[in-house]
C-alpha cells in the first residue's frame, strides 16, 4: 500500500541530464537514448483540457502505482510499454533521481496509434448526452429509455480522436477509426479495449469500485505487435464510482477528478486557460479520492 505522502507536491519534473521531449497535461516526457522514455506523472490536475495552477499532493505517485498495478495484472492479456532498464540506470544521480521517484516508469519507445481507446460501460458523461440527443454514442444504436448512469446491456467501444495539448477530444465512430488506424490495427486495438475493460471491471467491482467508463491507449511496437502504452485505468482515465453508492438516474459521486469538475461547474469560470486555484479543501478530498481508489484496488492484490 502507499504511504501518505510526505513530499511536497511536484508541479514540473526538473531533469537535466536527460533530452525534455515534452511535457503533457499530466506526463513530462524524456528521451532515454533512442529506444526509450522516461515518464515522469506530475501532481498537475487538468479539467476541462485545462491545466489547473494548483497541483494535488501525491496524485502522481498513485497514478504511476496504479498504472503499474494493472500493467502487470494483464501482461498475459496485452505486452505493455515497461522497459527492462531501471530509474538507477537512467537516473544514477541520487539527488536528481529523488524527484521522480514513486512517480516515474521508464518505457519501451513505441510508435502510438493515434486514437483514444474508450470503453463505456455505464451511460453517463458525453455518452449520456449523446444518447439523449440522438439515441446513440458514436454510431451505436442503444436501446430506448435508459436512465443516467444505467448500466449498458454490454460494453460499447466508443473511440475518440487524441488531440492536441489544450484541445478536446473528439468522439469519432468506428469507420472513423478504421480510417486512422486502418482495418486491421482498428479490429485489435477494439478487441483489446473491450477484453482490458471486462476484465478490470469485474476485478474492481469485487472491491467495491464500478469502472463506469475508461480509456485506453496503443501503440505499436517495431515488430508490428500492439503494446499497452501511457496510463491504465487510473482515476485520471476513467470514473470509478463507488459501488455502495451507486444509484441510477442521477450521476454517482466517484473516485476520479469528476469531483473537481463538480466543483468547477459551480463557478463562473469558461473553461478557458487559465484555471482557477482550488480550495485546500477540495485538494485534499481530491487527493484522498484516489489514494482510496488505489488502497481498494490493491490491498488484497
Keep these: 500500500m502507499l504511504e501518505s505522502p510526505v513530499r511536497p507536491p511536484l508541479f514540473e519534473s526538473t531533469i537535466k541530464s536527460l533530452p525534455l521531449l515534452g511535457r503533457g497535461k499530466v506526463r513530462d516526457i524524456y528521451a532515454v537514448g533512442e529506444d526509450n522514455l522516461l515518464i515522469v506523472t506530475t501532481d498537475r490536475l487538468s479539467a476541462f483540457d485545462v491545466i489547473l495552477p494548483d497541483p494535488i499532493p501525491g496524485k502522481g505517485e498513485i497514478l504511476t502505482a496504479m498504472s503499474l498495478f494493472w500493467f502487470r495484472h494483464f501482461e498475459d492479456t496485452v505486452p505493455h510499454h ?73 460494453p460499447i467501444f466508443t473511440p475518440s480522436t487524441k488531440a492536441e495539448l489544450g484541445s478536446h477530444d473528439e468522439n469519432i465512430d468506428f469507420a472513423q477509426a478504421e480510417t486512422i488506424l486502418g482495418r486491421d490495427y482498428a479490429h485489435k486495438v477494439r478487441e483489446l479495449a473491450l477484453r482490458l475493460y471486462g476484465g478490470a471491471a469485474a476485478y474492481a467491482r ?57 466543483y468547477l ?35 488484497s492484490a
Design 82 to 154: 515497461l522497459s527492462r532498464l531501471s530509474l538507477e540506470e537512467v537516473l544514477p544521480d541520487p539527488v536528481e533521481r529523488a524527484e521522480v521517484e514513486g512517480r516515474a516508469m521508464v518505457v519501451k519507445r513505441l510508435r502510438p496509434l493515434l486514437v483514444e481507446a474508450v470503453v463505456r460501460g455505464y451511460l453517463i458523461g458525453s455518452g449520456w448526452k449523446d444518447y439523449q440527443a440522438g439515441g446513440e454514442i458514436c454510431g451505436i444504436a442503444l436501446p430506448p429509455g435508459l436512465r443516467q448512469a444505467e448500466q449498458l446491456p454490454a
Design 206 to 262: 469485487a472491491r467495491g469500485i464500478i469502472i463506469a467508463d475508461t480509456k485506453f491507449e496503443f501503440g505499436v511496437d517495431r515488430n508490428g505487435e500492439v503494446v499497452l502504452i501511457d496510463e491504465a485505468l487510473t482515476p485520471d482515465s476513467s470514473r470509478f464510482w463507488p459501488l455502495e453508492d451507486y444509484r441510477v438516474g442521477s450521476s454517482p459521486p466517484s473516485f476520479d477528478k469528476q469531483f473537481v469538475r463538480d
Design 265 to 299: 461547474e459551480t463557478l463562473d469560470w469558461d473553461k478557458r486557460a487559465p484555471g482557477p486555484h482550488l480550495p485546500p479543501e477540495i485538494i485534499a478530498k481530491t487527493a484522498a479520492k484516489y489514494r482510496e481508489a488505489l488502497e481498494r484496488l490493491t490491498a
